[in-house]
């Protein structure tokens, strides 16, 4: 993997020179990993005109979850007296040939950016941006690989969940359940708070579990994710509990479900971020659910949940084969309930079969 991220690297590189940095610091966790193959706590990762290097604050574990640091990086375990590795990456960047040095102000506090400037009063510093943010949108074979591993994990997970005994369990008891059997199945943790939500407070996005109880003729939505080396994908179901749905649940599901549909089929190269979110959300505004619904239909995964590209109205950008998204419509009736239908799919050419979906549990109405 040596030389996957040298050439990340070496990509951000070459777009730092073109604004005449000669050095790059990175500090944002996600960003590093990318980077650096790893992101022990308070690492950052300097990029010099002689040599990159990964400055940690203590000696990483080693551990394959935190991930492995890349063999051409100079690793740098800073002594307890160094302080802010940030500060130490600009005192090493000061002694370097390095006349510029690119920052992700969006990252650092004002603290940070003062102390950085105040050991290197002589460098130029320049805001690097969302830089690597943007080069971390599409993904490589591998990195996908992740995610399809992810997905399964989850897949599993959901699987499982629909087989055991439901009716009398709290929201709380059933979101830990699925936690502990996604690590079951080999995920390193959940990809963000696992949500059960039942009854009422089924559809609401972000819903936390409660102690509400599962009870006859609820809705009951789930939305949860692995994390498996790092990379983290996304779904969300609901089901009736009972035999029969009530017509009304029928309805609402059949509604969500089309949109999602519409929403899926429209992740295809070159296609706009705010094409996709209008293909899933005209049909729900039709149905007079408009006013209520969230302000996107989707985002993209990878090393975090919810980074780009945003599937939104006002999103600007197309997207581009091997992106991977979410496309995650919902209703939610208040005191009522509602419906969430979320799935990982990565955008692929329509010569390689459209795109991929990566979270194939069942979206049939199941009455569990």
């Known amino acids: 993997m040596s030389e996957v991220f040298g050439a990340r690297r070496g990509r951000l590189r070459d777009r730092c020179a073109v604004t005449g940095s000669a050095a790059v610091l990175i500090s944002r966790p996600a960003n590093v990993r990318y980077l650096a193959g790893t ?27 935190d991930g492995r640091p890349d063999e051409e990086l100079r690793l740098t375990v800073l002594p307890a007296s160094a302080g802010d590795p940030v500060v130490a990456a600009a005192e090493l960047a000061r002694g370097s040939s390095a006349d510029a040095l690119a920052v992700e102000e969006h990252h650092l506090t004002v603290a940070r950016y003062r102390a950085l400037q105040s050991v290197a009063p002589h460098l130029r510093i320049t805001d690097l941006g969302l830089a690597v943010e943007q080069q971390r949108i ?41 936690e502990r059997r996604l690590v079951d199945h080999g995920a390193d943790g959940p990809a963000f708070p696992t949500s059960v939500a039942t009854g009422p407070n089924s559809g609401r996005p972000g819903h936390r579990p409660s102690d509400r109880r599962v009870e006859e003729g609820d809705f009951l939505s789930v939305c949860l994710g692995a ?33 999602q549909r519409a929403g899926r089929e429209a992740l295809l190269p070159g ?20 006013e209520d619904l969230e302000p996107r239909t989707g985002h993209g995964v990878g090393l975090e949940i919810g980074e780009d590209p945003q599937l939104a109205p006002a999103a600007m950008g ?11 419509p919902g209703v939610h009736l208040p005191g009522r309930g509602g419906v969430r239908i979320d799935d990982t799919l990565v955008v692929r050419q329509e010569a390689d079969g459209g ?10 109405l199941l009455a569990l």
């Open 318 to 328: 197309k997207l581009d084969a091997c992106v991977p998204v979410t496309v995650e």
């Open 39 to 65: 992101s022990p706590p308070g690492a950052v990762l300097l990029l010099g005109p002689d040599e990159d290097a990964l400055l940690c604050p203590r000696t990483p574990t080693g551990d394959p979850v």
């Open 271 to 290: 296609t706009a971020y705010r094409e996709v979110d209008h293909a899933a959300r005209h049909i729900l505004d039709a149905a007079g659910h408009g």
């Open 227 to 259: 994390n498996y080396r790092g990379y983290r994908c996304e779904i969300g179901r609901t089901f009736v509990i009972g035999t029969t749905p009530a017509d009304w649940q029928v309805e609402l599901y059949d509604l969500v479900f089309a949109a």
């Open 355 to 364: 795109p991929e979906l990566l979270t194939i549990t069942t979206k049939e």
């Open 138 to 178: 599409v993904k490589d074979e591998d990195e996908i690989a992740c995610l399809r591993i992810a997905a399964e994990i989850t897949d599993q997970a959901v699987g499982e969940l629909l087989e055991s005994i439901l009716v009398g369990r709290t929201e709380r008891h059933l979101a830990l359940e699925l």
